[in-house]
């Protein structure tokens, strides 16, 4: 599995960026993949989550500003970030559970937790300034 995260850079407040992840090595199409965040002396949190036979997931602090999406003919995953704030400064990395879809079939998560994903793409850093 691998993991290229890109995209990031520096923005001011309000501004937007749109992240990008490429992916290999599984079936993109079908499993769960996300975005997750780490800001310098923070915990990594996640952002957003696109979990097999649900509706996309997001932090409350991201949402209806954040929209993930993927295209899986380009394997490909998104994070279109508008709106941002430096709150939002971090390194933001995408990640990939590598569960088959059948174990997401009575799944009651939001997959934004980082202990359920295995494999983990070098980050790249989004900056917001006031």
């Known amino acids: 599995v691998q993991l290229a995260a890109s995209g990031g850079g520096s923005v001011q407040a309000v501004g937007s960026l749109r992240l990008s992840c490429a992916a290999s090595?599984?079936?993109?199409?079908?499993?769960?993949i996300g975005w997750f965040r780490q800001a310098p002396g923070k915990g990594r949190e996640g952002v957003a989550a696109?979990?097999?036979?649900?509706?996309?997931t997001y932090a409350d602090s991201v949402k209806g500003r954040f929209t993930i999406s993927k295209d899986n003919a380009k394997n490909i995953l998104y994070l279109q970030m508008n709106n941002l704030k430096p709150e939002d400064t971090a390194l933001y990395s995408c990640?990939?559970?590598?569960?088959?879809?059948?174990?997401?079939?009575?799944?009651?998560?939001?997959?934004?937790?980082?202990?359920?994903?295995?494999?983990w793409g070098l980050g790249t850093q989004v900056t917001v300034s006031t």
């Open positions: 990640a990939h559970d590598s569960r088959p879809k059948s174990a997401f079939a009575d799944y009651a998560g939001r997959g934004l937790n980082w202990y359920e994903y295995h494999h």
């Open positions: 090595g599984f079936a993109f199409s079908e499993d769960s």
């Open positions: 696109l979990v097999p036979e649900h509706h996309p």
